[in-house]
């Protein structure tokens, strides 16, 4: 018998983290295999359903970081308190730690690109021994829209971190300008062999990655993580579709070499 | 085995298996074309003969028949979600050829592309397919250009011939029948279509970077993106989730999916205000590219199985084959010669 994958199934909220007025982190009871990068249709009976990246991963639970940004996602925000949501997933390829092992790695994400991947940044934050250098340049719109606080924290004993608004004032812990303005100062060992993973809104991933190219990197060397309209997460509903790919299916995690391809 | 079979046999035969199968084949609607005294063709239910149109080909596809325009996936009810009862009967679908090829596309998205899809697979297990020969072809068909002109995978084929009708009958049962019924046997082989008015070249080395030719622009204004292709289209699967609610006050509801277009607006939407293909002319591209180019990218064969519908129901007379026959010329502007 055929497995009816379109029917969500409940997960407790375990706890919510409030990042900012329309940004919170819900940590949501999930048993099973899951990886960074991949995510969840989020599901209120009545208001529909909405793909959520996997913004952490641990023993029974995974990390939904949702913006209220429409019709679902508002929703949860009204209903969540003591509650469970429906969930179905997870889906997509999610980020392949193996591509990143032993090598130095340049994350640039912007805003609640940050989600998809704070898994990634996590893991090679804690076993510094399993890659070189790590810097990562993360992007939001000012001090108020900073996601993961905390993170940062512990992200900056662990790694070069750079946290850059796009207006306000410069302080110890923040820059001032778009991710784009801090790629050409990387500092890289050997910026032909650094690995990168860019995710963010499309046209910060477009100049992010025209900057790290022009900065040395080598497109097979880039990764991208794209977002697009989901009905199904499973291959049929063809919202996802650009050319012969499905991003539900293929990714959203692209190698930068068929990211590239990838014409709406 | 061949049978010849008169009316009321055939009419038997249907009577008989409408006990155990819905029987969806063409059906003439009279007067409810989209112009004045027009008809119709779609398909619907039959128990009769008479119910069938034999000679035209249905304006819409029989797609509805396994893929509905829109069909309830689950029930909410106060905490759980409850699945529709599974359909009682199997299907007998009546099918030109470039439909029956179009099953296999269906096949395809449904069975093979990610994981097997429940809903589809639960019906498409009982299904059953009778081949309606095409004794001449109809007027905006490519089917030969496809190569979806002949198709033999049917359980029986069905030709009306002189006040009788042929039938190939690869079903044992169903053979059996008719030979219980004292049909004479005869050789048959099942009318096709071995030219079409319109022809259409696929260039082979047809590659994405048409996408650049100025040949789509012209469609930013002559199309109106009303989706009407998308749904007369045998090999068009999109869907999009729709909740419904019986009662606001009541927690109870359904999600259903319903037929989705990626020429109307709204197909990319995502929450925030995002979105994707904003011109007409970007989405008939998506959408010939996908019939053309990228399907047979992923699955090594074409989708569009040039049954012609899409030119027939255009308000805006746009040739989708015409489209086709311009890829060459498109092709070599994007490659500068």
Known sequence: MIRNDYIPFPSKVLEVIRHTQIEYTFRMSFDGEVRPGQFFEVSIPKYGEAPISVS??????????????????????????GDSLLLRGPYGNGFDLNEYRGRELVVVAGGTGVSPVRG????????????????????????????????????????????TLDAGEETPE??????????????????????????????????????????GFREENIW????????????????????????????????????????? | MGYRVSRETLDLWLATHAADYEIWAPHRFVGEGCFSDTDSVRYARVTKLEEIELKERSHYSFKEALTPASQTLFYFTQEACTEPEPPVKGAILLLRSCDLHALRRLDDMYLHNGPADYYYARLRERVKVVLLGCAASCESGFCVSMGTNVSENYDM?????????????????????????????????????????????????????????????QYDKRCINCGRCNFVCPTCTCFTMQDLYYDENARLGERRRVWASCMVDGFTDVAGGGSYRKKNGERMRFKVLHKMLDYKQRKGYQMCVGCGRCDDVCPEYISFSGCVNHLDEAMKEVQGK
């Open chain 1, 174 to 215: 923040h820059r001032i300008g778009l991710v784009t303005k801090f790629i050409p100062e990387l500092e890289l060992e050997d910026a032909a062999s650094a690995v990168a993973i860019v995710v963010g809104p499309p046209a910060m991933m477009r100049f992010s990655v025209a900057a790290l190219l022009e900065r």
């Open chain 2, 157 to 217: 084929s069905l030709d009306p011939v002189a006040g009788d009708f042929l039938v190939d009958c690869k079903d044992a049962d169903w053979a059996a029948f008719f030979a219980a019924r004292g049909c004479g046997e005869e050789p048959v082989t099942p009318a096709h279509v071995e030219e079409n008015a319109v022809k259409v070249t696929v260039p082979e080395k047809l590659s994405p970077a048409v996408a650049k030719a100025s040949l789509w622009n």
């Open chain 1, 224 to 264: 991208v993580s794209q977002e697009r309209k989901m009905c199904c997460g499973l291959g049929k509903c063809g919202h996802c579709k650009i050319g012969d790919t499905y991003v539900c299916l293929d990714g959203p995690v692209f190698n930068y070499v068929k990211g590239k391809t990838l014409l709406d």
């Open chain 1, 120 to 163: 990634v940044i996590d893991h090679f934050g804690a076993h510094p021994e399993e890659r070189k250098g790590m810097t990562i340049i993360t992007g939001f719109k000012s001090v108020n829209d900073v996601l993961f606080k905390d993170d940062f924290k512990r992200w900056r004993q662990q790694m070069n971190v750079v946290l």
């Open chain 1, 56 to 81: 952490g991963i641990g023993p029974g639970f995974v990390d939904l970081t949702i913006r209220r940004v429409g019709k679902v996602t508002n929703e949860v925000f009204e209903r969540y308190v």
